[in-house]
């Protein structure tokens, strides 16, 4: 990618910072995991954004900083989660999910599942509880699905032509 996929710009922004703006506009808190760049991660960041850190990052997958940032701020209620490398969520989206009620998912037009995810205490305490075969997925399989008339939601990157993609979609929504 030539850099740390939450640094890439989006409309003038780190996307990293795009992405937590996008839940405190909607007056949600966030929780950043860091492992890899974290300083440079952390010039981007609201002052509101609480960090968790993954000392481990090289040794861990995703599953696990999620668990991570779970055990660390023991939510009691529904919890959004959003990984860095996908677009950031529209106050739609958000307002789709949270009146689905938890669990629950985005699909685009398509019908393909995208992010974020809404997920409720059940699978909270599972994901802190232990390490699951296929992680979140396998837990939100029977989750509410949300039609979003956004193809965005469901699309990530990998690669400087993923991002590609994401832009030119972005460029036209």
Not at 61 to 79: E, G, V, Y
Not at 150 to 157: D, K, R, T, Y
Request: proline letters at 9%; glycine letters at 6%; one cysteine or more.
């Amino acid at each position: 990618m030539g850099q740390p996929k939450g640094l890439l710009d989006w409309r003038d922004t780190p996307l990293l910072r795009a992405q937590i703006l996008a839940f405190e506009r909607q007056q949600i808190p966030v929780v950043v995991v860091l492992g890899a760049h974290e300083e440079a991660y952390r010039a981007v960041l609201t002052s509101n954004s609480k960090v968790v850190v993954n000392q481990r990052w090289r040794q861990t997958h995703l599953s696990d900083s999620l668990r991570l940032a779970l055990r660390t701020i023991s939510p009691r209620r529904p919890t959004w989660v959003m990984p860095v490398d996908t677009p950031p969520v529209t106050p739609q989206c958000l307002d789709l999910l949270w009146q689905a009620g938890p669990p629950a998912v985005p699909v685009d037009p398509l019908g393909k599942r995208g992010h974020p995810a809404l997920i409720d205490i059940n699978i909270i305490n599972h994901l802190c509880a232990s390490e699951i075969p296929g992680g979140l997925r396998t837990l939100l399989g029977n989750a509410n699905t949300v039609a979003i008339d956004n193809q965005l939601v469901s699309m990530n990157f990998n690669t400087p032509l993923d991002w590609q993609l994401v832009a030119d979609r972005e460029a036209r929504s």
